[in-house]
C-alpha cells in the first residue's frame, strides 16, 4: 500500500535511524559470502519464470517498547524477537501477506510489486536471527508471463490450502490460485470465480486478507475474503465467504479508524484480524482482534476484542502481513511482517510475539 505515509517528524526520525543503522556495523547476516554479491536484478528484470537467490540482511530488535526495554507483555503478547530487514536486491519491500510452515520456519511472501519471496527464518534459540535461502521470482499469470506485464499488481493476501497457494490482488479485485505442486513460485495463477459484487470494491480499498478454514472446522472449504476498507451502509467493512457450505457477504465492524490488513486462523478456531490506522496527528496505530470462527456467517456483522495495541511508542511501521505457529515448547506464536511501501523513509520489520491465552 501507498496510502499509510508517515506523518513529518516520523519521517524525519525513522530517516535518521536508519542512516544510523547503516553506518553501524551490527547486521546479521542470514547468509554469508566469500566474494563480493553479484549486482541484484531491478524488478523489471524478474522476467522468467525462475527463483533469484537474494541477500536478505537483519538487524535486531532488542526491544519492541521504545520507552521501556524491560517491558515485554502488550495485551495478550509477549514480546519475543524482531529483526529490520535490508537487502541489495532492488526489488526487496513492500511485502504483504505472510505466511509459514507448521515449525515457523519456511515462509512464503509477496511484494506490492508482484513478487514472491520464499526462504526461511533462521532462529538462535527463540530469537529469530536473519533469513536464509531467500529467492524471489516473478509472479506468473495463467499465461505464464509476470502479471506486472497485464498492469496486475498490489498483491496484498495469502492463503494456503495444501500445495494451493491463493494470492489477492486488491487494485483489480481478483484472486489467484497457484498450485505450488506445480513448480512452486513458478507455478501459473489462475483467476477463481468471485462474487460480482466483490468486483465493484473500491479502488485501492479491496482486498486485503485472506484466509481458507480447514477441515474439521465451521465453515470448512470456505475461502474467507475481507476488504481493507470497502464499507456497507452502516459504515462497516465488507468481506465475503467464498466456496463452502455458506457462501455470501458479511461485515466486520469498524471502529476508531482502524483499516483491515490481514488475518490468520489459529488452532483453536479464532480468526485473528491484523488492523492498521494512520492520522497526521496521532500517527500510526496497530491492533488485533480476536474473533470466534463460530460466528462468522452469511449476512453477520463480526465484532471481537482487542487484543494487542501499539502505536509509535512501539517498533512498528506499516505492519501488512501476519501468522502463527506452535513452538516446540508448545507456545503459539505469532509473526508479523510490515510493508515499506519501497520508502527509504520506512522500514520492513519481522516482529514475534508469544501469544498468552
Not at 16 to 39: D, E, H, I, N, W
Not at 275 to 294: D, P, T, Y
Request: aromatic content about 8%; proline content about 7%; overall charge neutral.
Amino acid at each position: 500500500m501507498t496510502k499509510n505515509r508517515m506523518p513529518p517528524y516520523l519521517t524525519r526520525r525513522r530517516f535518521v535511524a536508519s542512516v544510523t543503522a547503516g553506518l553501524c556495523p551490527s547486521f546479521v547476516y542470514a547468509q554469508t559470502a566469500t566474494r563480493p554479491p553479484p549486482k541484484q536484478p531491478a524488478p523489471d528484470e524478474l522476467s522468467v519464470a525462475a527463483p533469484v537467490p537474494i541477500e536478505v540482511n537483519a538487524r535486531p530488535i532488542p526491544s519492541f517498547d521504545t520507552r521501556d526495554r524491560t517491558h515485554t507483555r502488550f495485551g495478550a503478547l509477549e514480546y519475543r524477537s524482531g529483526l529490520i530487514l535490508t537487502s541489495r536486491f532492488r526489488g526487496f519491500g513492500g511485502l504483504s501477506g505472510w505466511r509459514l510452515d507448521a515449525k515457523g520456519e519456511r515462509f512464503i511472501s509477496m511484494s506490492d510489486k508482484g513478487i514472491w519471496f520464499t526462504g526461511r527464518i533462521v532462529y538462535q534459540g527463540r530469537e529469530m536471527t536473519g533469513l536464509a535461502d531467500a529467492e524471489a521470482a516473478p509472479m506468473l499469470g495463467a499465461d505464464g508471463k509476470p502479471i506486472t506485464a497485464r498492469g496486475w499488481f498490489d498483491t496484498e493476501a495469502i492463503a494456503l490450502d495444501g500445495t494451493l497457494v491463493y494470492a489477492a490482488l486488491e487494485r483489480v479485485n481478483q484472486i489467484l490460485k497457484f498450485d505450488f505442486a506445480k513448480g512452486g513460485t513458478r507455478a501459473f495463477g489462475q483467476p477463481i470465480p468471485l462474487p460480482p459484487a466483490m468486483r465493484k470494491l473500491p479502488y485501492n480499498k479491496g482486498l486485503e486478507a485472506l484466509v481458507v478454514v480447514p477441515k474439521g472446522l465451521p465453515l470448512a472449504g470456505t475461502l474467507i475474503a475481507i476488504s481493507e476498507r470497502a464499507l456497507d451502509a452502516d459504515g462497516n467493512i465488507i468481506g465475503f465467504l467464498i466456496g463452502g457450505p455458506k457462501p455470501g457477504d458479511f461485515a466486520v465492524r469498524r471502529s476508531n479508524d482502524f483499516d483491515i490488513s490481514d488475518a490468520m486462523l489459529l488452532r483453536s478456531a479464532d480468526l485473528l484480524i491484523l488492523e492498521r490506522k494512520f492520522s497526521w496527528v496521532a500517527g500510526v496505530g496497530i491492533r488485533i482482534r480476536r474473533i470466534a470462527l463460530k460466528s462468522i456467517d452469511r449476512g453477520a456483522t463480526l465484532d471481537g476484542p482487542s487484543i494487542f495495541e501499539a502505536d509509535l511508542g512501539h517498533e512498528v511501521d506499516n505492519m501488512e502481513g501476519i501468522d502463527a505457529h506452535v513452538s516446540p515448547e508448545g507456545d503459539t506464536v505469532l509473526t508479523m511482517i510490515s510493508d515499506d511501501n519501497f520508502s527509504m523513509l520506512q522500514r520492513t520489520l519481522l516482529l514475534q510475539f508469544t501469544l498468552r491465552e
